[in-house]
T-cell receptor, first 113, second 111 residues
Framework: DSGVTQTPKHLITATGQRVTLRCSPR?????VYWYQQSLDQGLQFLIQ???????AKGNILERFSAQQFPDLHSELNLSSLELGDSALYFC????????????FGPGTRLTVT | ELKVEQNPLFLSMQEGKNYTIYCNYS?????LYWYRQDPGKSLESLFV?????AVKQEGRLMASLDTKARLSTLHITAAVHDLSATYFC???????????FGTGTSLTVIP
């Protein structure tokens, strides 16, 4: 158990819908990272927040957005969902701004039908 | 764009044998990470390599980093079934905090 929690574990929704994935980092970690893992794209970095501020952006679609709240938990919002958005979404956390090591949560499996 | 390539992509090996997984990356970086993922599970950190020539060992796994060659290896010694998993390497740019993951190597250890 890494200490990073994610909810929900599974999510099934229809195309065009909007969902919110939630992540709580390890106690003391200020950075949260979001990743998408799919069969065709592999494991891709989406976005990083550090202490409430966006720090790095990867291959995140405009339909996706994220934020980190004062209590340091983070939410990833996915809207206008498409079949290709079906994937495993991981959250990771690290102590500082520059990640020397990231601890991954259990993931949320999103299925878009 | 930074590229991270692993080979082989799939590896089937017999118990007791040795093998090496290779991770090549395309940009300057002194930091490389190895993770393990079991089917349907999260990623578990195995090794953090933070300098040229770094070598770390844990049980039957040993990882090394050659930053000049932009190459890391994960060596498996006397494989056992419990090592069956997918192994990922990841690199972050020295100036950044974004991880770039390799394609993964799916390892199956057969009796």
């Amino acid at each position: 158990d890494s200490g990073v929690t994610q909810t929900p574990k599974h999510l099934i929704t229809a195309t065009g819908q909007r969902v919110t994935l939630r992540c709580s980092p390890r106690s003391g970690d200020l950075s949260v990272y979001w990743y998408q893992q799919s069969l065709d794209q592999g494991l891709q970095f989406l976005i990083q927040y550090y202490n409430g501020e966006e720090r790095a952006k990867g291959n995140i679609l405009e339909r996706f957005s994220a934020q980190q709240f004062p209590d340091l938990h983070s939410e990833l919002n996915l809207s206008s969902l498409e079949l290709g958005d079906s994937a495993l979404y991981f959250c990771a956390s690290s102590v500082g701004d520059s990640a020397r090591e990231q601890y991954f949560g259990p993931g949320t499996r999103l299925t878009v039908t | 764009e930074l590229k991270v390539e692993q080979n082989p992509l799939f590896l089937s090996m017999q118990e007791g044998k040795n093998y090496t997984i290779y991770c090549n990356y395309s940009t300057t970086s002194d930091r490389l990470y190895w993770y393990r993922q079991d089917p349907g599970k999260s990623l578990e950190s195995l090794f953090v390599l933070l300098s040229n020539g770094a070598v770390k060992q844990e049980g039957r796994l040993m990882a090394s980093l050659d930053t000049k060659a932009r190459l890391s290896t994960l060596h498996i010694t006397a494989a056992v079934h419990d090592l069956s998993a997918t192994y990922f390497c990841a690199v972050d740019k020295n100036t950044g905090n974004q991880f770039y993951f390799g394609t993964g190597t799916s390892l199956t250890v057969i009796p």
